[in-house]
């Protein structure tokens, strides 16, 4: 548990936290497999949310994901180039609500570099990432006695 300090301070750093869906490249999971590998490759996105038309969240997608669905099925380029992303989005990333806690935000970023947060509809709201986590971890560590006076136990 985190100690309620501590949490208040990070909290307040909340806003600063989530990337909203609207400041994110994003893929609907019926674009095709050459417009993604294009966007990926020219933009150098590692990974990507990919979403359906009307915003539920889906999973995500990688150079990766793709070649590997590309290899496991022995398909063609031509064949992939027809293709909706789909069938090789990456489901493995846990997701968070918006309503998470902080401590199950930081214990879920141990293993991935973002989370996708989504309502309790399942609509993608953005992601949160270890970067902005770590940055208010930052401010804590350098500024939390300019709030609060640290005194031991005895």
């Known amino acids: 548990m985190i100690a309620k300090e501590f949490e208040d301070f990070l909290l307040q750093h909340l806003d600063h936290y989530l990337i909203a869906a609207d400041d994110l490249a994003i893929f609907i999971d019926s674009h095709n497999t050459d417009h993604v590998m294009l966007l990926l490759a020219n933009n150098g996105y590692s990974r990507v949310p990919v979403i359906t038309k009307d915003k539920k969240y889906v999973g995500t997608i990688s150079i990766s994901d793709i070649l590997s669905y590309k290899a496991k099925h022995q398909l063609t380029d031509w064949e992939m180039s027809k293709m909706d992303i789909a069938e090789m ?9 918006d309503q998470a806690s902080l401590t199950e935000t930081m214990h879920k970023l141990i293993d991935y570099s973002f989370l996708p ?18 940055k208010a971890v930052n ?16």
């Open 89 to 97: 989005v990456n489901t493995k990333i846990e997701t968070i609500s």
């Open 117 to 134: 947060v989504v309502d309790n509809q399942g609509t993608f709201i953005g992601i949160i990432t270890r970067k902005s986590i770590l």
């Open 139 to 154: 401010s804590l560590l350098h500024d939390f006695t300019d709030y609060y006076t640290i005194t031991p136990h005895d």
